[in-house]
């Protein structure tokens, strides 16, 4: 009755989506446009997309994001760059054994397939909307032998009205972001106003603010299509003089938007409140989407962070919501 789609097959892309639709919890980490983007920006260390579906009865009840990276030291791990990938999403209501009988065949297939291609850990982590919407109280990953090395992240409720969303923002960042609309102007650009010159104003910031060319044309074209497919959409700040001075991206799906990431030129004033007005307006524009919770990011990415992670983490906080766990593991394989 369980059968497994993997990520070469033909009907693996229109099954993945059908998973999107029906299972609780799909986070924008899950969607087709951000498996398109981790595919070209993990490319040079990805060995091979592991990703696969899980069927029960014919009905999609799993959804497995696992990509194979072989790091500098040759040693090969399911992870996402650094970091962790998103656990399985499974979803089945209508039996809690059969659940169960899902949850362990899809963490044995990981095993087993990590034998085959000797791979040496799997890093994973849950969503932090599952404990704030209920669906998981506490880290199920330690029950399959996985080492918790849990952390938190930020959450926004966007279900509130937009007065209650201003209240929770820092009383510091308030004066900021008034100052920035009054000193710039700021457009949003989503599917319906979709303009791949307006879009290419973040890239050209973003190398700019770099100095250098960090990613591949390919991966910011790729988070144009988001916008055009109505899975991500950018704000952009500009001076008195139409020059841009910030862009913020974010993706979203169904009732969920996440802070993806974002360019500020560092010549304009630190008390400017760009950076500030672009993540407000990105916070509004996926409340106006129907989005119920905003995503502002993991605050603390390691065990000892950097005074620069710190500050980022600091920086998240001051638009209100309220600090998650999420549940991660590391699993090391025989």
């Known amino acids: 009755m369980i059968t497994v789609i993997h990520a070469h097959e033909s009907h693996f892309n229109s099954s993945w989506l059908e998973g999107l ?19 070209e920006i993990f490319s040079s260390s990805l060995e091979n997309d592991d990703s696969f579906i899980v069927m029960y009865s014919g009905v999609v009840v799993a959804l497995v994001p696992l990509y194979r990276l072989k790091g500098n030291d040759g040693v090969i791990e399911y992870r996402y760059g650094g ?21 362990e065949f899809v963490f044995e297939y990981i095993a087993s397939l990590a034998e085959e291609h000797g791979v040496l850990s799997h890093m994973t982590m849950i969503e932090g909307v599952e404990l704030l919407e209920g669906r998981k109280y506490h ?57 791949e010159q307006k879009c290419e104003e973040y890239r050209k910031l973003h ?10 044309l390919k991966s910011f074209q790729l ?35 996440l802070y993806g990431s974002s360019a500020i030129d560092d010549n304009e004033p630190s008390n400017a409140g760009i950076g500030q007005l672009g993540v407000w307006m990105g916070i ?42 999420v549940f991660r593991g590391k699993k090391k394989f025989k």
């Not at 841009?244 to 993706?251: D, G, I, K, S, Y």
């Not at 989407?289 to 993991?298: N, R």
């Open 21 to 39: 639709q029906t299972i609780p919890g799909a986070t924008p980490m899950y969607s087709a446009s951000l498996r398109a983007f981790d595919l």
């Open 139 to 195: 880290n199920y990953l330690t029950e399959l032998a996985y080492v918790d090395e849990s952390t938190i992240c930020q959450l926004i409720d966007l279900r509130k009205n937009e007065e209650e969303l201003w209240s929770d923002v820092r009383k510091s960042y308030r004066p900021l972001i008034n100052r920035a609309k009054k000193n710039y102007s700021f457009e949003v650009i989503i599917s319906n106003n979709f303009d």
């Open 83 to 103: 970091e962790y990938l998103r656990a399985p999403l499974v979803g089945y209501n209508n039996s809690h054994k059969i659940y169960n009988k899902i949850v």
């Open 284 to 325: 509004i524009t996926a409340r106006n989407l129907g989005c119920h919770y905003f995503d502002m990011g993991q605050l603390r990415l390691t065990s000892n962070p950097s005074k620069k992670e710190q500050n980022i983490a600091q920086f998240k906080k001051g638009f209100g919501g309220r600090t998650v766990t």
């Open 223 to 257: 988070m144009y299509e988001s916008i055009k497919n109505d899975q991500g959409f950018l704000v952009i700040v500009r001076d008195a003089n139409e020059r841009t001075t910030a862009a913020h991206f974010f993706f979203y799906h169904g009732l969920y938007c």
């Open 207 to 216: 190398h700019r603010v770099a100095g250098r060319q960090t990613r591949s």
